[in-house]
């Protein structure tokens, strides 16, 4: 989970001078032995802090659709930690931009097409490690996004009466997409490149629990995952468009074999997007 001192290292730089100071600390959840994504996931964005006229990448996450009672606002989901400390750090939820650019990284050039914000909330019971089973954030965008499908949210209890039906096995796959730095293993420590803009990569199951799933991104073992930047981009059902869950801060310390991602189809997470979100 990331620490308060955490995300304030990464607002001052998420370029590789703040890559030190995030290794240091608790993950905070890049796509390990992930592809360049293309035109694939153009529902998948990257959330950036603007200040001193400069726009900063900040954490993932993705467009869920126009708010349910205006649809004239846009709804996008990220993770609870990559909002929560805003006023304590001197921003607002205006200071935050959001792009689907498939190409950007670590800063956004004003030739990057964006869309503004005007405010960002959590989930009422989050708390960093006291309650890191609440880290559902969201952003309002001052635009629906035009021409782009919406990430789908899972009906109620959808995981659980998968594994009940014997639809979660070892064999089971999913696909995670963000826009987070990229871990290497070869030849010595771990080592943390910049991405290079949106990837995707494949999770293969390992266990679930009341809130969380359990997904095994080992490179050696021909799969990947999320790892720092990744914070809040969907973990979907493989092939699909539905979202299953959050990338939260749960996974080892350099992103090298786990992730355990926070479920959206909870009661705790549809209470939340339920205010905001007509859902299944």
Known sequence: MRSRSTVAAACAAI?????????SAAPALAIDNGVADGTNHPNVGLLAIEHDGVKDA?????????????????????????????????FSGSDLTVTFDPAVRIVIDENTWTWATTAATWHPAFAYAAAADADYGVVLLEDPVAGVDEVKFPRAGLLHDLRERGGLRPTTVFDNVGYGIIPTFKGGPVQYEPTTGRMSATSKFVGLTET????????????????????????????????????????????????HPLRLDT??????????????
């Open 267 to 280: 009661p705790a997470a549809r209470a939340f997007y339920g205010d905001y979100l007509q859902l299944p």
């Open 58 to 90: 900040w954490c993932s996450g993705f467009y869920a659709g126009p708010h349910k009672t205006d649809p004239g606002i846009g709804v996008y989901v990220t993770a609870a930690h990559c909002v929560a400390d805003l006023a304590e750090l001197g």
């Open 15 to 23: 370029a590789m001078a703040a890559v030190a100071a995030l290794v």
């Open 212 to 259: 969380h799933m359990h997904l095994l991104t080992n490179s050696d073992a021909g799969y990947g995952g999320a790892c720092y930047g990744d914070s809040g981009s969907p973990v979907l059902r493989h092939g699909s468009n539905t979202a299953v869950a959050l990338v939260s801060g749960g996974g080892d310390r350099v992103c090298r074999a786990m992730n």
